[in-house]
């Protein structure tokens, strides 16, 4: 069993499984679960061997997991993850960083990176984890993975340990589209019929070398376009990527504080003393949220706002739209969906490739801004985002490695909207 990827190995695989049904739509898809989740019989140590010492044996198996074995999955093995979830990079100094099997000379990312290193090795067919801020869309773009970040609220947390409730969801990874939809249908049955959008809307985000996403947009506007969808090109300011970022990870940090405020006590009384052993870059972003005071909080809920009003206002239905709606709506393929004269972005991932390995913490510092001013956009506003590996980043391309490492392109959509981006994306797939 490779530590850096498994805590602990299935305790009721098999056929017989707790709760695993012999028929259903998962039967024998390979289930790994994320340390942050209660599977009974287990302890949860959220990335953290002092945590998973003093942890107690889990009495019930969260709801989450308990459907995917009702549905017949099969759970193999509880996965590694950064420490508290408090991490995008993958990486764990308790147990070691997982090797990216698709870019072995970069990150995996993170947190949910023992699911998605399973998934990408091929040893499990569904990655279950967590997403706040990106901890599923990260791994899967770095790890060649479909990852699903689904609407705030929409499953249940109950059973799993909290980042900052705000924010965090339940998310999942596959190597294909067709598993990550089953996953969704069981984790999220439809209550009403699929609406599709009739605008797309693609986003370049300034100061982004031209490249495979770039390319990517003249064919895949055409695509679009052919199944009767309006497209447009806009373009994303580093102004507003930066607001966005320094608001979520603000509003993120005030959240962790008081999620964590009995451990983390309080400077006085002297945290370290109340604190297990972590890594670094982790001890130093927990000792940043105990700073943080209520007027960072109502500056970063301003700067918030702003992104969830354009945000909205840039997808949300309009008059203008109705007319190609209905057109959009004639050629769809699949039988229970229906138009609407909404929008859905295309944006990339992840700023490209994986960062390399030994990057320093001022170099991964300076890149998690990045990064975020990507992946804020659906957090701040409670929104679906679903990863899919349409690229790779032959930029990036070190002449040491086989291949042009992945890179992620999304589809975002207003909240409630899962099932319009997993259809959008089969109808360009097929």
């Not at 490779?2 to 305790?11: N, Q």
């Amino acid at each position: 069993m490779d530590k850096r990827i498994y805590v602990a190995s299935a305790r009721f695989s098999g056929p017989r499984g707790q709760g695993r049904q012999e028929e259903g739509p998962l039967n024998g898809q390979r289930l790994v679960v994320k340390d942050l989740f209660a599977i009974k019989g287990e302890r949860i140590g959220q990335g953290n061997p002092d945590l998973l010492a003093s942890a107690p044996i889990e009495r019930h198996t969260a709801p989450a997991v308990l459907a995917l074995q009702q549905a017949g999955a099969d759970y193999r093995a509880r996965t590694t993850t950064d420490e508290l979830a408090y991490s995008l990079n993958g990486t764990n100094a308790h147990f070691g960083t997982p090797q990216n099997p698709r870019a072995p000379l970069r990150l995996p990312g993170g947190s949910s990176v023992g699911s998605a290193v399973a998934v990408a090795r091929g040893e499990a067919e569904i990655g279950l984890g967590t997403d706040t801020g990106g901890s599923i869309r990260v791994p899967s773009s770095y790890c060649g993975l479909y990852g699903l970040r689904p609407t705030h609220g929409r499953i249940s947390m109950t059973g799993l340990k909290p980042l900052a409730p705000r924010f965090d969801t339940v998310g999942w990874m596959t190597r294909d589209l067709a598993t990550l939809t089953q996953v969704s249908e069981v984790l999220m049955p439809p209550a009403t019929a699929t609406r599709l959008p009739a605008r797309i809307i693609l986003l370049v985000p300034e100061g982004l070398a031209a490249g495979p996403y770039q390319r990517l947009l003249g064919p895949l506007s055409r695509r679009l376009e052919s199944l009767g969808f309006q497209c447009e090109r806009r373009m994303l300011s580093q102004a507003f990527m930066a607001r966005a970022s320094e608001a979520f990870r603000i509003l993120q940090g005030c959240e962790i504080r008081r999620t964590h405020q009995a451990w983390l006590s309080t400077p006085e009384q002297g945290p370290e003393t109340r604190w297990p052993q972590l890594n670094p870059d982790i001890a130093a972003r927990l000792k940043w949220c105990m700073t943080l005071s209520d007027t960072d909080e109502q500056a970063a809920e301003a700067k918030a706002d702003t992104v969830r009003g354009w945000y909205r206002q840039q997808l949300a239905a309009s008059q203008e739209g109705s007319e190609s709606a209905a057109e959009a709506g004639s050629r769809v393929p699949h039988a229970q969906a229906e138009a609407t004269s909404e929008a859905v972005f295309v944006l990339p991932t992840t700023p490209g490739a994986s960062p390399l390995l030994g990057a320093s913490l001022e170099v991964m510092e300076a890149y998690r801004h990045r990064l975020m001013g990507l992946t804020a956009l659906a957090g701040l506003n409670g929104a679906p985002q679903l990863s899919l590996p349409w690229l790779a980043d032959s930029a990036a391309r070190l002449p040491q490695e086989s291949a042009p490492p992945p890179w992620g392109v999304s589809l975002l959509g207003l909240p409630g909207r899962d099932e319009s981006l997993l259809a959008l994306a089969s109808m360009l797939e097929n």
